[in-house]
């Protein structure tokens, strides 16, 4: 998924909001794996992902999910605290692997702390976590 993710283009022009970007990236991803589904704002319990990807069919790894959080102008320690605290429960109470999208203007240097968080967690934790930004 991170791959097809490196390779989604959003139209900078028809990206006002994180919600544009969930709708451009499920239209991305549905096309990239035709069968696998995306469900967006997905919830269990009181926690919400902005996309979970259930994929089907061997090749695409059948029975994986990957919890997709999506941020958008992605600058404030908010913003960061808030998306480290999800990933946690991604990965450490749904059990699921995690990618953290970055789309449009992020700041630099929580784009490097996000980036180095998600490689600590990956230290003791089975499931791969990991950090796409997406300028635009």
């Not at 404030?76 to 991604?90: D, I």
């Amino acid at each position: 998924i991170v791959e097809a993710i490196d390779k989604w283009n959003p139209v900078p022009e028809l990206i006002a909001t994180e919600k544009d970007c969930e709708r451009a990236l499920i239209e991305h991803l549905c096309s990239a794996f035709p069968g696998s589904v995306f469900v967006p704002q997905y919830g269990l319990g009181k926690t919400f992902v902005d996309i979970m990807a259930a994929f089907q069919g061997d090749e695409h790894k059948f029975g994986t999910d990957v919890a997709v959080e999506i941020k958008y102008n992605f600058n404030t320690a908010n913003e960061f605290h808030r998306a480290l605290g999800q990933m946690m429960v991604y990965v450490a109470t749904w059990k699921k692997e995690a990618v953290l999208v970055l789309c449009g203007v992020s700041d630099p240097n929580l784009v490097k702390r996000s980036q180095e968080t998600a490689e600590q967690l990956q230290r003791w934790s089975d499931k791969k976590i990991r950090v796409v930004v997406k300028e635009l």
